[in-house]
């Protein structure tokens, strides 16, 4: 029970104020009295607890005695107490220079500044009072002077933390990286700031050095899980994927039923599942596949005083107890309302944590609807849509941020996740196209045959999966044109044509598809060699799965863990897994038949000759069928092959590859019987392919 | 258990249920679980709040003291991880945000199987331990607002709270032992303030700063496994009395309490500084005075030393004897000899007519720290609301039941503050005493000014016979005045000395309450060596005579 005195306070409440202090003070005796009334009120009314009347009273009491030492002490505490500090200031320089012996008057008159945030006359009268023949004071003088020393450090390095959260907020990454550089030039680095230039670093896609600060920062920091969440994502897209789990089965193991561990655990289960693509949902874009996650900013705890519930909820979100934290901010909610801006930004965050994408996504509507345009939501709400795969909302959200902030870092920022997005659902591309070209050679026919088709398409406005387009294709067979059959195995044709397309899913490459158009049979049989009109429909589509499919450069991982491809053109053993299967099945009218082809890989990537250069070996499957039951239309194959695959930019790519199959016939001819030919064969082939799209 | 109607009557007739049915009168410390001889470390981070003249170190050093312990204080700078696992209880103080604490500090106190106290911030750094990770959270910074109400041993505590820090305890082998709480639209929500887990108590405030360390230091008991607490009492302590004040009132006040079977503290001041006649009024010169007080002191009223004059002039109420009030500092002029030579000149004012003050009051609560020794060095209990160091008379202390103070002397805190003319005042005390007389071993003490009406005494009388709780008899207590030349002793005090023969002899008086000789040692002893003085058992006050002989 610490207080001032009420022994004292008695004594002043009690004690004449002319006598009591200045000597020199001269006033009649009904001034005297009347000043004692005052007096008395003043203190009384202050022991009351009516404390702004007591002011009033000890104001009106100082105009009459205003050389009452104590009683201006008292009223600037009453001030102090009431928040009115300028008022209190004034009162207190006063004292001072009529009592500067009274040092614990400008001690309080330090404090004061300190409420008025004149922290450089605070730390003026601290320093002063250092000097005091007062033991007691002066040390608590000097206990002032350094805390106040250390807390303007402190501000400022919070202002320099928020000013680099802020330019994380805007995007300019870049500039983040500067400011955090600048920082640790001047001292210890706060671990949350050495964290935003790593996920800088990420949005910028240097995740070479992104993972090398976080390995540098995990030696300092082996407790912190964002780091060792983050880590384990960097690693993953290096192609260090043993270690990333190592890292996930830590976290699960240190961290059961925390949402450290939930996350650690949705990561394994993607990988053991192979559906790798959900394992970079889960954790970080794939630039090329699936827009980039909204880096975690996290919204700081406000300098000043925050409510008790709202700095529990600040300090659960430091510890990344997401879900405590959303109960919190709902708990809150229920009983005061609705909560402020921040929280509800910081229930997003948490929610994101807990990937409750469903629920935040909602909320993040409400709150969009509510504060339209606000920027840091607008990427937020779309990742979130992202995350629940609503491509086409997630793209509406981008692409009005983009119009609607043209020209900053923002609309920079939502055109890259624009593009990021499915094509479908980037709602800022109008052109597609493909193109693709084949030649191989058949040893057992001793043939070269090629084939290709070129495809430049729109999308129809508000049904984006429905895509226009006109095209043109070709088949040459070197071996047709002599004997019968005239065709060993392609077509000699060339069409140019105009069809429609029907994307079944966003993020696959599955088609129905009709076009007509004009055919030409190079070899002259159909319609004697003159155009004709023509036209097929069907299905195709392509699907490839495994970390052997990419290349370092992409995310997903590509390489081992022990055998990374360096930065520069060196080789490196890779052995990463991969399959894929594409398969079209189409009716044409010029053969008036349906027919089918079908082709699987499944193998390894044995090895990264250079950054764009991939040597893969594999089984492959291939599967022709013609509804007709046309004997050698019908036929399974299956053996061994090599490749080596060069992407030389973009989405071009080179394929060379060789391959040896055993081949079955499995149909029938119109006499339904295979007549003496050979159920089985072998067969070595050689080729060379080139494809790109847009 | 149903009394006797007979026992009933007669306790009616005599007065007596204005008393409790209370046990024994609490004027002493009680021991720790682990032993009177019991060592506290306390580690602090800091020793006060930010930007503060309060010295809240020694608050709490104050507070721990209620219980019979001895205690340390280190520096975190300077604790060593050793000494703080072999101490008997640790204290862990930080009173300002984020605090610099050592890990091995940190490993230290999860480490201890001995309790150990975590008081105001920085626990937030211990959470992140892997022996207390996930178990507790407790923000870094106090909440905004004050707390109004703690919940506490079943009950809620109209107890304000300056600083406390928002927490939660979500380990379910904690045990939660206060809790903020606080309205909030129609509900309630609560806010763990103290809570144990293991050996660890934690206590999410800072108990040192406003007048709700009542909770904290009731909490202190558990702390120490303390298992004999005395019961509650409440204290009237008529204060200033001296030779110009109203002694017809005066003695109608001693009757009043008299008839109320009340025992009553009265605060003497033996001089008065006459301003008119520019001299001082000793007590050889107030007869009234003195017989006042003789009857008072017959009457149940202890007297206490409240300073040795009245220094201010022709004015109702005194001001600071030992403490420069205008200035706010100690005074400049005075030496430990001068303080020590006026507190003598008190207590031989009264000793010589028959007056026996058995305690000090250091005037207005405001004196030097080392003026402090020195009363120490004559009376071994003391009535005060303690300065906390010398940089101001405005932080002051006082707990809720005696506790020893640095210099040795036994404190009886006077908690309830002062009455005055005001009615708020006692509504103030009334709520006061409410809380603390229901607390374990407290004595709630108010200051009544002497010069107040019999009819305002009459109304705070009634008001703390609402505590149901027994008024403090301070002669009941064990108590130590020391001259130079003689020693008295009241209960089980002792005085250790070193007697030869060739420095005199040793006389012995004694005497009941009202002052009344009943035995004198008509041949002193005189043994030479080592000797501990200690009452024979005659009458209630004993006085040894040093009776040295002239060189």
Same mark, same amino acid.
């Given at each position: 029970?610490?207080?001032?005195?009420?022994?004292?306070?008695?004594?002043?409440?009690?004690?004449?104020?002319?006598?009591?202090?200045?000597?020199?003070?001269?006033?009649?005796?009904?001034?005297?009295?009347?000043?004692?009334?005052?007096?008395?009120?003043?203190?009384?009314?202050?022991?009351?607890?009516?404390?702004?009347?007591?002011?009033?009273?000890?104001?009106?009491?100082?105009?009459?005695?205003?050389?009452?030492?104590?009683?201006?002490?008292?009223?600037?505490?009453?001030?102090?107490?009431?928040?009115?500090?300028?008022?209190?200031?004034?009162?207190?320089?006063?004292?001072?220079?009529?009592?500067?012996?009274?040092?614990?008057?400008?001690?309080?008159?330090?404090?004061?500044?300190?409420?008025?945030?004149?922290?450089?006359?605070?730390?003026?009268?601290?320093?002063?009072?250092?000097?005091?023949?007062?033991?007691?004071?002066?040390q608590?003088?000097?206990e002032?002077?350094a805390?106040?020393?250390?807390?303007?450090?402190?501000? !400022?390095?919070?202002?320099?933390? $928020?000013?680099?959260?802020?330019?994380?907020?805007?995007?300019? +990454?870049?500039?983040?990286?500067?400011?955090?550089?600048?920082?640790?030039?001047?001292?210890?680095?706060?671990?949350?700031?050495?964290?935003?230039?790593?996920?800088?670093?990420?949005?910028?896609?240097?995740?070479?050095?992104?993972?090398?600060?976080?390995?540098?920062?995990?030696?300092?920091?082996?407790?912190?899980?964002?780091?060792?969440?983050?880590?384990?994502?960097?690693?993953?897209?290096?192609?260090?994927?043993?270690?990333?789990?190592?890292?996930?089965?830590?976290?699960?193991?240190?961290?059961?039923?925390?949402?450290?561990?939930?996350?650690?655990?949705?990561?394994?289960?993607?990988?053991?599942?192979?559906?790798?693509?959900?394992?970079?949902?889960?954790?970080?874009?794939?630039?090329?596949?699936?827009?980039?996650?909204?880096?975690?900013?996290?919204?700081?705890?406000?300098?000043?005083?925050?409510?008790?519930? !709202?700095?529990?909820?600040?300090?659960?979100?430091?510890?990344?107890?997401?879900?405590?934290?959303?109960?919190?901010?709902?708990?809150?909610?229920?009983?005061?309302?609705?909560?402020?801006?921040?929280?509800?930004?910081?229930?997003?965050?948490?929610?994101?944590?807990?990937? !409750?994408?469903?629920?935040?996504?909602?909320?993040?509507?409400?709150?969009?609807?509510?504060?339209?345009?606000?920027?840091?939501?607008?990427?937020?709400?779309?990742?979130?849509?992202?995350?629940?795969?609503?491509?086409?909302?997630?793209?509406?959200?981008?692409?009005?941020?983009?119009?609607?902030?043209?020209?900053?870092?923002?609309?920079?920022? =939502? $055109?890259?996740?624009?593009?990021?997005?499915?094509?479908?659902?980037?709602?800022?591309?109008?052109?597609?196209?493909?193109?693709?070209?084949?030649?191989?050679?058949?040893?057992?026919?001793?043939?070269?045959?090629?084939?290709?088709?070129?495809?430049?398409?729109?999308?129809?406005?508000?049904?984006?999966?429905?895509?226009?387009?006109?095209?043109?294709?070709?088949?040459?067979?070197?071996?047709?044109?002599?004997?019968?059959?005239?065709?060993?195995?392609?077509?000699?044709?060339?069409?140019?044509?105009?069809?429609?397309?029907?994307?079944?899913?966003?993020?696959?490459?599955?088609?129905?598809?009709?076009?007509?158009?004009?055919?030409?049979?190079?070899?002259?049989?159909?319609?004697?060699?003159?155009?004709?009109?023509?036209?097929?429909?069907?299905?195709?589509? +392509?699907?490839?799965?495994?970390?052997?499919?990419?290349?370092?450069?992409?995310?997903?991982?590509?390489?081992?863990?022990?055998?990374?491809?360096?930065?520069?053109?060196?080789?490196?053993?890779?052995?990463?897994?991969?399959?894929?299967?594409? =398969?079209?099945?189409?009716?044409?009218?010029?053969?008036?038949?349906?027919?089918?082809?079908?082709?699987?890989?499944?193998?390894?990537?044995?090895?990264?000759?250079?950054?764009?250069?991939?040597?893969?070996?594999?089984?492959? $499957?291939?599967?022709?069928?013609?509804?007709?039951?046309?004997?050698?239309?019908?036929?399974?194959?299956?053996?061994?092959?090599?490749?080596?695959?060069?992407?030389?930019?973009?989405?071009?790519?080179?394929?060379?590859?060789?391959?040896?199959?055993?081949?079955?016939?499995?149909?029938?001819?119109?006499?339904?019987?295979?007549?003496? =030919?050979?159920?089985?064969?072998?067969?070595?082939?050689?080729?060379?392919?080139?494809?790109?799209?847009? | 258990?149903?009394?006797? /109607?007979?026992?009933?009557?007669?306790?009616?007739?005599?007065?007596?249920?204005?008393?409790?049915? /209370?046990?024994?009168?609490?004027?002493?410390?009680?021991?720790?679980?682990?032993? *009177?001889?019991?060592?506290?470390l306390v580690v602090y981070a800091a020793t006060r709040?930010?930007?503060?003249?309060?010295?809240d170190l020694?608050?709490l050093k104050?507070?721990?003291?209620?219980?019979? #312990?001895?205690?340390t204080a280190v520096p975190v700078t300077a604790a060593d991880?050793?000494q703080m696992?072999?101490?008997?209880?640790?204290v862990i103080f930080c009173p300002q945000?984020?605090p610099r604490l050592p890990?091995?500090l940190?490993?230290?106190?999860?480490?201890?199987?001995?309790?150990?106290?975590?008081?105001?911030?920085g626990?937030?750094?211990?959470?992140?331990?892997?022996?207390?990770?996930?178990?507790?959270?407790?923000?870094?910074?106090?909440?905004?607002?004050?707390?109004?109400?703690?919940?506490?041993?079943?009950?809620?505590?109209?107890?304000?709270?300056?600083?406390?820090?928002?927490?939660?305890?979500?380990?379910?082998?904690?045990?939660?032992?206060?809790?903020?709480?606080?309205?909030?639209?129609?509900?309630?929500?609560?806010?763990?303030?103290?809570?144990?887990?293991?050996?660890?108590?934690?206590?999410?405030?800072?108990?040192?700063?406003?007048?709700?360390? /009542?909770?904290?230091?009731?909490?202190?008991?558990?702390?120490?496994?303390?298992?004999?607490?005395?019961?509650?009492?409440?204290?009237?302590?008529?204060?200033?009395?001296?030779?110009?004040?109203?002694?017809?009132?005066? &003695?109608?006040?001693?009757?009043?309490?008299?008839?109320?079977?009340?025992?009553?503290?009265?605060?003497?001041?033996?001089?008065?500084?006459?301003?008119?006649?520019?001299?001082?009024?000793?007590?050889?010169?107030?007869?009234?005075?003195?017989?006042?007080?003789?009857?008072?002191?017959?009457?149940?009223? @202890?007297?206490?030393?409240?300073?040795?004059?009245?220094?201010?002039?022709?004015?109702?109420?005194?001001?600071?004897?030992?403490?420069?009030?205008?200035?706010?500092?100690?005074?400049?002029?005075? #030496?430990?000899?001068?303080?020590?030579? &006026?507190?003598?000149?008190?207590?031989?004012?009264?000793?010589?007519?028959?007056?026996?003050?058995?305690?000090?009051?250091?005037?207005?609560?405001?004196?030097?720290?080392?003026?402090?020794?020195?009363?120490?060095?004559?009376?071994?209990?003391?009535?005060?609301?303690?300065?906390?160091?010398?940089?101001?008379?405005?932080?002051?202390?006082?707990?809720?039941?005696?506790?020893?103070?640095?210099?040795?002397?036994?404190?009886?805190?006077?908690?309830?503050?002062?009455?005055?003319?005001?009615?708020?005042?006692?509504?103030?005390?009334?709520?006061?005493?409410?809380?603390?007389? @229901?607390?374990?071993? #407290?004595?709630?003490?108010?200051?009544?000014?002497?010069?107040?009406?019999?009819?305002?005494?009459?109304?705070?009388?009634?008001?703390?016979?609402?505590?149901?709780?027994?008024?403090?008899?301070?002669?009941?207590?064990?108590?130590?005045?020391?001259?130079?030349?003689?020693?008295?002793?009241?209960?089980?005090?002792?005085?250790?000395?070193?007697?030869?023969?060739?420095?005199? #002899?040793?006389?012995?008086? /004694?005497?009941?309450?009202?002052?009344?000789?009943? *035995?004198?040692? *008509?041949?002193?002893?005189?043994?030479?060596?080592? &000797?501990?003085?200690? &009452? @024979?058992?005659?009458?209630?006050?004993?006085?040894?005579?040093?009776?040295?002989?002239?060189?």
């Amino acid at each position: 029970m610490k207080k001032p005195s009420i022994g004292i306070c008695l004594f002043l409440l009690l004690t004449s104020p002319a006598l009591a202090w200045n000597p020199f003070a001269s006033s009649s005796t009904t001034d005297a009295t009347r000043a004692q009334a005052l007096r008395q009120q003043a203190y009384a009314l202050n022991q009351q607890g009516k404390f702004a009347a007591a002011a009033d009273e000890f104001q009106q009491y100082l105009d009459v005695q205003p050389n009452d030492a104590q009683a201006a002490y008292d009223y600037a505490m009453v001030l102090a107490g009431l928040g009115r500090h300028a008022e209190a200031v004034t009162v207190l320089e006063t004292l001072h220079r009529l009592e500067p012996a009274r040092e614990s008057a400008y001690f309080k008159l330090g404090t004061e500044y300190l409420a008025l945030h004149r922290d450089n006359a605070a730390l003026k009268v601290f320093t002063e009072l250092q000097h005091s023949t007062n033991h007691d004071l002066a040390q608590a003088a000097a206990e002032a002077a350094a805390r106040l020393q250390a807390d303007v450090t402190q501000a !400022e390095l919070y202002a320099a933390q $928020e000013h680099v959260y802020d330019l994380a907020k805007d995007l300019k +990454y870049q500039e983040v990286i500067a400011a955090v550089d600048e920082m640790e030039t001047d001292g210890n680095l706060p671990f949350g700031m050495a964290l935003q230039r790593i996920y800088a670093l990420v949005s910028l896609q240097k995740t070479d050095e992104a993972l090398r600060q976080a390995e540098a920062l995990a030696g300092t920091h082996p407790e912190a899980t964002d780091l060792a969440l983050l880590r384990a994502n960097l690693l993953l897209q290096v192609g260090r994927k043993s270690e990333a789990e190592k890292i996930w089965r830590q976290l699960q193991a240190d961290h059961p039923d925390t949402p450290v561990a939930d996350q650690a655990g949705q990561h394994l289960e993607a990988l053991t599942a192979t559906e790798l693509e959900k394992a970079v949902i889960a954790s970080h874009p794939a630039p090329e596949t699936q827009p980039p996650l909204a880096m975690p900013v996290p919204t700081p705890a406000p300098l000043t005083s925050p409510t008790s519930d !709202e700095a529990v909820i600040y300090h659960l979100a430091d510890e990344q107890r997401f879900r405590e934290v959303v109960q919190a901010i709902d708990d809150l909610e229920r009983k005061q309302g609705p909560v402020s801006w921040n929280l509800q930004l910081q229930r997003l965050y948490a929610l994101q944590g807990l990937n !409750e994408n469903r629920r935040a996504s909602e909320l993040a509507a409400q709150m969009a609807a509510e504060k339209p345009g606000a920027t840091d939501l607008a990427l937020m709400q779309a990742e979130l849509l992202v995350r629940q795969h609503r491509w086409t909302e997630a793209g509406k959200v981008l692409l009005a941020a983009k119009k609607e902030h043209p020209d900053t870092p923002l609309a920079t920022e =939502a $055109e890259r996740r624009l593009h990021a997005l499915p094509a479908v659902a980037d709602l800022d591309k109008w052109q597609w196209g493909e193109f693709y070209a084949s030649g191989d050679y058949h040893n057992r026919f001793h043939t070269l045959i090629g084939s290709g088709l070129l495809r430049e398409g729109t999308y129809v406005s508000h049904a984006r999966w429905l895509q226009p387009y006109v095209g043109l294709r070709f088949g040459l067979d070197t071996k047709s044109g002599a004997g019968d059959p005239s065709t060993i195995v392609q077509d000699n044709s060339f069409s140019f044509v105009g069809g429609v397309r029907a994307q079944l899913f966003p993020t696959e490459y599955v088609f129905l598809y009709a076009e007509g158009g004009l055919n030409k049979d190079l070899l002259d049989r159909r319609d004697g060699g003159d155009w004709a009109g023509d036209y097929q429909a069907g299905v195709f589509g +392509y699907k490839s799965w495994g970390p052997g499919v990419t290349f370092p450069d992409n995310i997903p991982a590509v390489a081992t863990s022990t055998n990374r491809p360096p930065a520069g053109c060196g080789a490196a053993w890779r052995g990463d897994w991969f399959t894929d299967v594409g =398969a079209d099945f189409s009716y044409y009218h010029r053969f008036n038949s349906w027919l089918g082809y079908g082709q699987a890989h499944e193998g390894f990537r044995l090895a990264q000759l250079t950054r764009s250069v991939a040597w893969d070996a594999y089984a492959v $499957e291939n599967l022709a069928w013609d509804a007709k039951g046309n004997f050698f239309d019908n036929l399974g194959e299956l053996g061994p092959g090599t490749r080596l695959i060069w992407k030389p930019r973009g989405n071009w790519r080179v394929v060379l590859r060789v391959e040896w199959v055993e081949g079955f016939y499995f149909g029938r001819d119109d006499l339904n019987s295979r007549g003496t =030919a050979s159920g089985d064969y072998n067969d070595f082939r050689a080729g060379l392919s080139v494809g790109t799209s847009w | 258990m149903k009394l006797p /109607a007979w026992i009933l009557a007669l306790c009616l007739v005599t007065g007596l249920t204005a008393l409790s049915p /209370a046990t024994a009168q609490s004027l002493s410390c009680p021991a720790p679980g682990r032993g *009177a001889g019991a060592k506290t470390l306390v580690v602090y981070a800091a020793t006060r709040q930010a930007f503060s003249l309060a010295d809240d170190l020694a608050a709490l050093k104050m507070e721990l003291r209620r219980v019979a #312990t001895t205690v340390t204080a280190v520096p975190v700078t300077a604790a060593d991880p050793n000494q703080m696992l072999a101490a008997d209880y640790l204290v862990i103080f930080c009173p300002q945000p984020l605090p610099r604490l050592p890990a091995p500090l940190l490993q230290a106190v999860a480490a201890r199987t001995n309790a150990v106290l975590w008081v105001g911030y920085g626990a937030e750094e211990l959470g992140r331990l892997p022996e207390f990770k996930g178990q507790f959270l407790v923000t870094p910074y106090a909440a905004g607002q004050p707390a109004k109400q703690i919940h506490y041993r079943g009950r809620d505590w109209a107890e304000p709270l300056a600083t406390w820090l928002p927490a939660q305890v979500p380990a379910p082998n904690a045990t939660i032992i206060m809790t903020v709480t606080e309205p909030a639209a129609g509900q309630t929500n609560s806010h763990p303030l103290c809570w144990t887990l293991g050996a660890v108590t934690f206590f999410a405030g800072l108990p040192t700063q406003t007048e709700n360390c /009542a909770l904290f230091s009731d909490k202190l008991l558990d702390f120490y496994g303390v298992t004999t607490v005395t019961a509650a009492a409440v204290c009237l302590r008529i204060d200033g009395y001296h030779c110009r004040q109203d002694h017809q009132e005066f &003695r109608h006040m001693v009757d009043y309490l008299a008839q109320r079977g009340h025992p009553f503290v009265v605060g003497v001041i033996p001089a008065y500084w006459d301003p008119e006649e520019h001299k001082l009024l000793e007590m050889d010169s107030q007869p009234e005075f003195v017989a006042a007080l003789r009857y008072a002191q017959q009457h149940g009223g @202890r007297l206490i030393l409240e300073g040795y004059r009245a220094a201010r002039q022709n004015r109702p109420g005194t001001e600071p004897e030992f403490w420069d009030a205008v200035a706010d500092r100690p005074l400049t002029n005075d #030496t430990p000899q001068r303080v020590q030579d &006026r507190v003598y000149r008190g207590v031989r004012e009264m000793w010589w007519r028959g007056l026996f003050p058995l305690a000090w009051e250091t005037p207005q609560y405001a004196a030097a720290q080392a003026d402090y020794a020195e009363f120490a060095s004559c009376f071994s209990t003391a009535f005060e609301r303690m300065q906390l160091s010398d940089a101001t008379a405005l932080a002051t202390f006082a707990g809720t039941a005696p506790a020893r103070d640095e210099f040795g002397r036994l404190v009886v805190p006077e908690n309830l503050g002062v009455v005055t003319g005001q009615r708020e005042s006692l509504v103030r005390l009334y709520h006061r005493a409410e809380v603390l007389t @229901r607390l374990r071993g #407290t004595i709630a003490s108010c200051s009544f000014p002497a010069y107040l009406s019999e009819g305002r005494l009459i109304q705070t009388v009634k008001l703390l016979e609402q505590m149901k709780v027994p008024f403090l008899d301070l002669a009941e207590g064990d108590h130590l005045v020391c001259l130079p030349e003689a020693v008295f002793l009241t209960g089980a005090a002792e005085f250790p000395t070193t007697w030869q023969n060739d420095q005199g #002899t040793i006389g012995w008086q /004694a005497f009941d309450r009202a002052g009344k000789l009943i *035995a004198e040692d *008509a041949a002193p002893e005189s043994k030479s060596g080592n &000797r501990i003085l200690k &009452r @024979r058992g005659d009458g209630d006050y004993e006085v040894f005579h040093l009776n040295k002989a002239q060189p």
